[in-house]
């Protein structure tokens, strides 16, 4: 088991370089597209792209002075291309190469969280078909209900990273797109073919309509995405924190050799990861949350999404592929527990089986209330203490008048409750192998 990490891979997407690259990409393109529609000389396109280049020094200097960054930017890109840099940034605004870029640095963000998500799924398959058919207690409100299956948890968490995945990739394509309008959208100063041209080029869509900036509902869709992936980890977090209470302890997070679980207590084993993970999907729901602020701006545009943007798009996709990351560490290394488990089913000794029989009652005729309250009645007897549950039906006169002790025997069956699944293994995808 390797734990794996693609963070410095994220990481080096919201770098200030990749940014100034991809800005940079996006000058030159505009200044090819000009050439070919005959707006600017061809030979200036070309010298612009062999010599155009920018040095990050130079334009936080800048910027200190100008206080705008691509003011900044044009500036010091201006100084490497020399006469020709009059043919720069000609006909754009400056949301035009930011909003451009950032749907670039986005799609790039989405295809590391894209690739997450398949090492998980892959993971959850490996092991709910190792734990296909090991049997524990499934709970509703956390009490005891009927006997699932490790693997019919670890199933339905394969099927539910599947659906993460597939709104991942729509986000994906919805957030890759751009703009190079202009000011206010209306193409007044540029060529709309000049958007095409360079939208084509960096892989994106160029926008149908836009005002000096994409419109925001785009980067909303696309955190809420993230925020989505977050929740169902938390989900899957949830239950393996429970899990490894120590009442229950079937199933627990890795604990690596030299790990310590607390300065005080040297025995403790804590699930500090998924805490963590459960903890970091709070904050990628409230970044969710201000990116849906973000969409109502003034008129054609204001900056008060900017200052948002510049924190929740790294911060969000950054803390979900480190989340992604550490859970498939928790899945592989996922401590299991299968005795536990069976010892943890029989706690109630024999409640569990209690819709068997309340079903088999009616079957002899009996209507469901009147079913219903005869094992009921059996059933709060072993709830306060008593004998088995099902020693209580056999002293149960009312219920022995209509199953035979041979009959009730056969209703107190775990195989009951596992027939169908290897049918909800085939319905997921998970069958084979």
């Known amino acids: 088991m390797i734990e794996r990490y693609s963070l410095p891979a994220m990481s080096a997407i919201w770098q200030e370089k990749n940014k100034f690259r991809i800005m940079l990409d996006i000058e030159i393109l505009t200044a090819e597209a000009q050439a070919k529609l005959k707006i600017i000389p061809a030979s200036a396109a070309v010298r612009i792209r062999r010599k155009a280049g920018f040095n990050?020094?130079?334009?936080?200097?800048?910027?200190?002075?100008?206080?705008?960054?691509?003011?900044?930017?044009?500036?010091?890109?201006s100084r490497s291309i020399g006469t020709d840099a009059q043919y720069l940034h000609r006909g754009l605004t400056s949301s035009d190469v930011l909003d451009t870029t950032l749907g670039v640095q986005l799609r790039q963000?989405?295809?590391?969280?894209?690739?997450?998500?398949?090492?998980?799924r892959d993971a959850l398959a490996v092991k709910a078909r190792r734990y296909k058919d090991s049997v524990c207690m499934g709970r509703t409100h956390g009490v005891h209900a009927e006997p699932v299956t490790f693997g019919l948890k670890l199933a339905l968490w394969y099927d539910e990273t599947g659906r993460n995945l597939e709104r991942l990739k729509r986000a994906r394509e919805a957030v890759s797109v751009g703009k190079l309008s202009g000011a206010v959208g209306t193409y007044s100063n540029i060529d709309p073919r000049v958007e095409s041209y360079v939208c084509g080029k960096l892989g994106l869509k160029p926008a149908h309509i836009s005002t000096q900036i994409i419109q925001r509902d785009v980067y909303a869709e696309y955190m809420n995405t993230l925020a989505l992936a977050g929740a169902s980890l938390e989900k899957f977090a949830t239950e393996i924190r429970h899990l490894q209470k120590t009442e229950v302890?079937?199933?627990?997070?890795?604990?690596g050799k030299g790990q310590k679980g607390s300065s005080a207590m040297p025995h403790k084993r804590n699930p500090v990861i998924c805490e963590r993970i459960c903890g970091l999907s709070r904050l990628l729901r409230g970044n969710a949350l201000a990116a849906m602020e973000n969409v109502a701006l003034?008129?054609?545009?204001?900056i008060s999404h900017s200052s948002v943007e510049r924190v929740i798009l790294p911060d969000s996709t950054l803390a979900l592929d480190y989340m992604l990351c550490?859970?498939?560490?928790?899945?592989?290394?996922?401590?299991?527990?299968?005795?536990?488990?069976?010892?943890n089913l029989i706690k109630t000794k024999g409640l569990i089986f209690s819709q068997r029989v309340l079903i088999a009652l009616m079957a002899k005729g009996l209507s469901r209330p009147e079913a219903y309250d005869l094992v009921q009645r059996c059933a709060m007897k072993t709830w306060s203490g008593g004998v088995d549950f099902r020693s209580e039906l056999l002293m149960d006169k009312d219920v022995i008048r209509?199953?035979?002790a041979q009959e009730l025997d056969r209703l107190f069956d775990l195989n009951y409750y596992l027939r169908n699944?290897?049918?909800i293994f085939r319905k997921v995808g998970l069958s084979g192998k």
């Open 109 to 120: 963000a989405a295809d590391i969280l894209i690739e997450d998500l398949r090492m998980l």
């Open 56 to 77: 990050l020094t130079r334009i936080r200097k800048i910027e200190e002075k100008t206080q705008h960054d691509v003011v900044a930017f044009v500036a010091d890109v």
């Open 298 to 302: 003034w008129h054609e545009r204001d």
């Open 249 to 255: 302890l079937e199933a627990e997070e890795p604990f």
């Open 326 to 343: 550490k859970f498939i560490h928790v899945v592989e290394g996922m401590n299991v527990y299968p005795t536990a488990m069976m010892a």
């Open 421 to 423: 699944v290897n049918t």
């Open 402 to 404: 209509h199953i035979a």
